[in-house]
C-alpha cells in the first residue's frame, strides 16, 4: 500500500509543479501549484455533453482508461516498496495496459464522428507503434543485467555487480523521454496548441467534457507519476531506512517534474515529420543500452 499511496500523492502535485517551472522560467506568475486539481473538480462538478454521433466508447472509455493505468501503477515498485501486484513477467501485462489505454482514447476519437479528431489517433496510433520498442528493450536489457521476472526486481539495480550510476542515468534518460512521447508532450505534442491540423492528443479529446475530461486529465497525471517512479526505483538504493527512501522517492519524483518544465519552457516543438525520427532515436538508444549490458555481463 505504500507504493500505491506514493506514487497517488505524487500524481497529484506533478501536473501543478510543471506548470509552475514552465511560469517561473518564462517569468510569468502564472496558477498556482493545485491549479491543475482545482480544474478537474470543476470538471467534476460539470455534465457530459456528446456528439449526436458518438457512441457508447465515448461513454465508457474515460474511466476504462483510468482503470488501467491504476491496475499497472498497483505493479510499479517504489524504491524497495512492494507493489500490490507482482509476479513473473508482470512487466508484459504492465506494457499492454498503457498499450490498452492509448487504444481506448484512439478508439475514442474515432468515435467521435470527427475527421480531426482521427487525424490526430492515428497520429497518436503511429507515435505509440514507434516508442513501444524503446519500453520493451530498455526492460529486456534489464532483465539481463539482473536476472529478474518482474517489475519488482528489474528495477533493483543498485546493489547488482558490475552496476553503474551511469546506467542509472542512463534508464532515467530513456524512460524521460519515453514519458515525453506517452504524454504528448514537447518536442513531440505541445498539450497548450490551439492548431487542430498540428495538434495530437488535445485534439484527441475535443468531445470529452466534464467527468469524461476529467477522468482524463487524471490519467495523464497518473501516467507522469508512473514513469517517474520507475526511474526513482533506478536511481534509489532500495536497502536504505523506508524514511530515507520515501523522501528521496519524493525528490527525484519533483526533480523530475522539474526537469519537464524546463525542457518545455526551452526546447521548441518538433516539425511533424521529423517526430518519427526523434522516436526511433529513443529506440535507438535503448537498443545500445541493451548492448551495453550484454557487454557488461560478459566482462563480470
Known amino acids: 500500500m505504500i507504493a500505491l499511496g506514493l506514487i497517488l500523492l505524487t500524481s497529484l502535485l506533478t501536473a501543478g509543479l510543471i506548470v509552475r517551472v514552465k511560469s517561473?522560467?518564462?517569468?510569468?506568475?502564472?496558477?498556482?501549484?493545485?491549479?491543475?486539481?482545482?480544474?478537474?473538480?470543476?470538471?467534476?462538478?460539470?455534465?457530459?455533453?456528446?456528439?449526436?454521433?458518438?457512441g457508447v466508447i465515448t461513454r465508457t472509455s474515460p474511466i476504462m482508461v483510468l482503470s488501467a493505468l491504476l491496475v499497472a501503477s498497483l505493479m510499479v515498485?517504489?524504491?524497495?516498496?512492494?507493489?500490490?501486484?507482482?509476479?513473473?513477467?508482470?512487466?508484459?501485462?504492465?506494457?499492454?495496459?498503457?498499450?490498452?489505454?492509448?487504444?481506448?482514447?484512439?478508439?475514442t476519437a474515432f468515435d467521435?464522428?470527427?475527421?480531426?479528431?482521427?487525424?490526430?489517433?492515428?497520429?497518436?496510433?503511429?507515435?505509440?507503434?514507434?516508442?513501444?520498442?524503446?519500453l520493451f528493450v530498455l526492460i529486456a536489457g534489464l532483465t539481463v543485467f539482473t536476472g529478474g521476472t518482474s517489475l519488482a526486481t528489474i528495477f533493483d539495480l543498485t546493489h547488482r555487480e558490475g552496476y553503474s550510476y551511469v546506467f542509472g542515468l542512463i534508464v532515467a534518460y530513456i524512460i524521460g523521454n519515453i514519458t515525453l512521447v506517452e504524454n504528448s508532450r514537447i518536442p513531440v505534442d505541445d498539450p497548450k496548441t490551439h492548431?487542430?491540423?498540428?495538434?495530437?492528443?488535445?485534439?484527441m479529446v475535443l468531445d470529452l467534457s466534464g467527468f469524461n475530461l476529467a477522468m482524463v486529465q487524471m490519467?495523464?497525471?497518473?501516467?507522469f507519476a508512473i514513469f517517474g517512479s520507475l526511474i526513482a526505483s533506478a536511481v534509489i538504493p532500495w536497502d536504505m531506512?523506508?524514511?530515507?527512501?520515501?523522501?528521496?522517492?519524493?525528490?527525484?519524483?519533483l526533480l523530475f517534474a522539474s526537469a519537464i518544465?524546463?525542457?518545455e519552457s526551452f526546447r521548441s516543438r518538433y516539425k511533424m515529420n521529423r517526430n518519427q525520427q526523434?522516436?526511433?532515436?529513443?529506440?535507438?538508444?535503448?537498443?545500445?543500452?541493451?548492448?551495453?549490458?550484454?557487454?557488461?555481463?560478459n566482462i563480470f
Open 195 to 203: 492548431l487542430e491540423l498540428t495538434m495530437i492528443h488535445e485534439v
Open 261 to 263: 518544465g524546463m525542457t
Open 24 to 54: 517561473i522560467a518564462s517569468g510569468r506568475r502564472g496558477p498556482g501549484l493545485f491549479q491543475p486539481l482545482k480544474n478537474i473538480w470543476v470538471l467534476f462538478r460539470k455534465g457530459s455533453v456528446y456528439s449526436e454521433v458518438s
Open 241 to 253: 531506512a523506508p524514511a530515507t527512501r520515501i523522501s528521496m522517492f519524493i525528490a527525484v519524483q
Open 278 to 297: 526523434y522516436i526511433l532515436t529513443i529506440s535507438l538508444i535503448s537498443v545500445l543500452f541493451f548492448v551495453i549490458i550484454l557487454f557488461t555481463k
Open 112 to 134: 467521435s464522428g470527427s475527421s480531426f479528431e482521427a487525424m490526430g489517433a492515428s497520429r497518436e496510433a503511429l507515435y505509440g507503434m514507434l516508442i513501444e520498442p524503446a
Open 219 to 223: 490519467t495523464s497525471m497518473l501516467k
Open 77 to 107: 515498485p517504489v524504491a524497495g516498496f512492494t507493489p500490490l501486484i507482482s509476479f513473473r513477467g508482470d512487466f508484459i501485462m504492465f506494457a499492454y495496459l498503457m498499450a490498452f489505454s492509448r487504444f481506448m482514447m484512439i478508439i
